[in-house]
């Protein structure tokens, strides 16, 4: 019984990732804006109105919406092939 309570919240919590990696980026952001206002209205975060918000517009700059490390690459790095002669 154990087991498959501890299978059921891995195949959930799995699900609530996917699905939370598959909304589209403003709709992640607005879900994370009420969630924090939620924690905040019954005490569980620390009242900073603007946090959050901040937190989405330095996301949203970037070239995805994750974060800036690709965003300077122009395209794929061009593969190069050693072929060793045997002497």
Not at 15 to 20: D, E, I, K, P, R
Not at 39 to 68: E, I
Not at 74 to 80: A, D, H, K, R, Y
């Amino acid at each position: 019984m154990l087991e498959d309570m501890i299978v059921y919240a891995a195949v959930a919590c799995a699900g609530l990732y996917s699905g939370w990696r598959l909304l589209p980026t403003a709709a992640r952001f607005s879900l994370a804006e009420h969630a924090a206002r939620l924690a905040q209205g019954m005490g569980l975060a620390k009242t900073d109105p603007d946090a959050v918000r901040r937190r989405a517009a330095a996301r949203a700059r970037s070239s995805c919406g994750g974060c800036s490390g690709c965003a300077g690459k122009t395209g794929p790095q061009p593969v190069l092939f050693i072929n060793r002669k045997d002497s």
